[in-house]
Every structure is written in C-alpha cells, then in structure tokens.
C-alpha cells in the first residue's frame, strides 16, 4: 500500500470541496451502502460529501413531497456540489439517478467535468445512461463490491480537488 503525503493546503481543499453522491435509496439496503461511501469519505477527509438525504430540507420546493424531492435533488446539483458521485446499484431501482444524471447533462453540464458515474460490476446501464456518458465523456467505472466503489471513489475525489483546486 502506497501511502501519500499530500501538502496542508491540499488538505485543506479536500475539507471544503462538496460532494454529492447520488444513488439509489430502494430498497434501504442501497441507502446504507450510500451511507458507508459518504462515511468512508468522511473518514479520508472529504468532510463536505453527502447524500441528497443528509442536506436540510430548509427551502420548502414544493407542496407535493415527491416534487419537493426531485425539485431538490436539481437544486443540489446546481448551486451546491462541487463534484458529482452518481452510484448505480444492481438490483436496485436506479430510476432516481438516472434523472439525476440526465438533468445534469440537460441543465448541469459544467458538473461532467467533476462528475463520475459508477456502475456495480453485470450491471447492463441503459442506452440513456450510457449515451449520454459517451456523448459528455464523464468518467465512468464499474466497482465490484462496495470496498473497491470507496477506493475508486477516493482516486476520483482526488482529480477532481485537482481540478477545481482554485475554485474552491
């Protein structure tokens, strides 16, 4: 294992840089593994990652609960993550992700640039996810378990700090 030591001003950058992961909630068992992410994140000092769940609910978007929801999700995308984890679960119902993702590429697209969509391993993405991801050339991977989605995503997180090093 190669340990790297990375100066406190890029310490600093990995604080304050905010992630969204999005992903699938149903069933829960998905949720929780979002959860252990943001969690191993967390851990690696990416103190600002969350789940769309884990941000308050301050500015009501809409009567209806399910438009209030998405109606965040959009918000979120938009004016507060810096960074984009888009997790795709086998045998979960990705269908909330998948318009969080096509809005991204619709009404986000300076996002792609800082974004990675992950799928788990045999998981055959449909045509509108795998579209778009060669049309925006997003990053992509595939994850076997969720140990290797944590480590790929710590390499991600890394280039993307990188990226927006003077924007945040």
């Known amino acids: 294992m190669v340990v790297r030591v990375f100066p406190r001003e890029f310490e600093k950058k990995k604080e304050k840089i905010k992630i969204l992961i999005l992903g699938a909630y149903r069933p829960s068992p998905f949720k929780r593994r979002l959860q252990t992410l943001r969690d191993y994140l967390e851990k690696k000092k990416y103190r600002t990652a969350r789940l769309a769940a884990n941000l308050e609910?301050?500015?009501k978007f809409h009567e209806n609960l399910d438009a209030h929801f998405s109606m965040k999700s959009d918000f979120l995308?938009?004016?507060?993550?810096?960074s984009l984890l888009f997790?795709?679960?086998?045998?979960?119902d990705n269908s909330g992700v998948?318009?969080?993702f096509?809005?991204?590429c619709l009404e986000a697209r300076e996002k792609l640039g800082v974004s990675v969509v992950f799928s788990e391993k045999d998981l055959n993405l449909s045509t509108?996810?795998?579209?778009?991801?060669?049309?925006h050339k997003v990053?992509?991977?595939e994850f076997a378990n969720d140990e290797e989605l944590c480590e790929k995503s710590i390499g991600y997180c890394t280039e993307f700090v990188y990226r927006l090093y003077w924007l945040i």
Not at 77 to 82: E, G, P, R, S, V
Not at 128 to 135: T, V
Request: net charge positive; aromatic share 12%; charged share 30%.
């Open 98 to 100: 998948s318009t969080e």
């Open 87 to 92: 997790v795709f679960f086998k045998g979960a």
């Open 57 to 59: 609910n301050e500015t």
């Open 128 to 135: 509108q996810i795998k579209g778009p991801i060669r049309i």
């Open 102 to 104: 096509k809005f991204t």
């Open 77 to 82: 995308i938009k004016n507060w993550a810096d």
């Open 139 to 141: 990053l992509a991977d």
